[in-house]
Every structure is written in structure tokens, then in C-alpha cells.
């Protein structure tokens, strides 16, 4: 069973940065890729950002060119790198990884943009 776990998460203010981790418990050399979510109240769950096993890259479109995802294979640990922080940005935000044997969800971290 591979466990995934975020941390990084907190309060900050508009125009501000955080980096979010994501440490899954086996080795990230044998993901598919591995993603970030985030949902807030009434909405949907809405993808973030995602890195395949070879290094490709995606983006949601309302962070594009303001979140950066990357890899530390040797931490088994992905990255999320956000700037230019906005209120609406607002949200817990989630790991997935994606490995042979299946789908891994954390338990989620909180951010929260506000001044």
C-alpha cells in the first residue's frame, strides 16, 4: 500500500509564495505521474498540476505560468511551487500518485490566501 502525504501548507497574502511537497512512502521511479488537486466548498475537484514519470508537465489553466510542479526522486517527493497567490487560490490541495498497483491519495493540506 503507497501512502502519499502533502505538507507545506498555511496562510499567506495575496501576491505571496508557498511550496507544497507531496512524499510518497515508495519509490516516485515507478509512478505513471503523480498530480495536484485542490478543491474548495462548492465546487469541483479541479486538477493543478501534473508530471509524468518521464517529466512532462500540465496545468490547470488558471495557474498557468504562476505554479511550477517538479520531482526530487531521490526524496521519493513532488513539488508544487506557487506565486502570485490570490484569494481565489484558496483551497486544500491534494496529491495523487499514480503507480501499477493503483491510484494514492493524501489526506490534503490548506491554503489559504488572505490579507
Known amino acids: 500500500q503507497v501512502q502519499v502525504v502533502e505538507s507545506g501548507g498555511g496562510l499567506v497574502q495575496p501576491g505571496g509564495s508557498l511550496r507544497l511537497s507531496c512524499t510518497a512512502s515508495?519509490?516516485?521511479?515507478?509512478?505513471?505521474?503523480m498530480a495536484w488537486y485542490r478543491r474548495t466548498p462548492g465546487k469541483q475537484r479541479e486538477l493543478v498540476a501534473r508530471?509524468?514519470?518521464?517529466?512532462?508537465?500540465i496545468y490547470g489553466d488558471s495557474v498557468k505560468g504562476r505554479f511550477t510542479v517538479s520531482r526530487d526522486n531521490a526524496a521519493n517527493t513532488m513539488y508544487l511551487q506557487m506565486n502570485s497567490l490570490s484569494p481565489e487560490d484558496t483551497a486544500i490541495y491534494y496529491c495523487?500518485?499514480?503507480?501499477?498497483?493503483?491510484?494514492?491519495w493524501g489526506q490534503g493540506t490548506q491554503v489559504t490566501v488572505s490579507s
Open positions: 515508495t519509490s516516485i521511479f515507478r509512478m505513471y505521474a
Open positions: 508530471i509524468t514519470s518521464g517529466g512532462r508537465t
Open positions: 495523487k500518485g499514480s503507480f501499477s498497483s493503483g491510484d494514492y
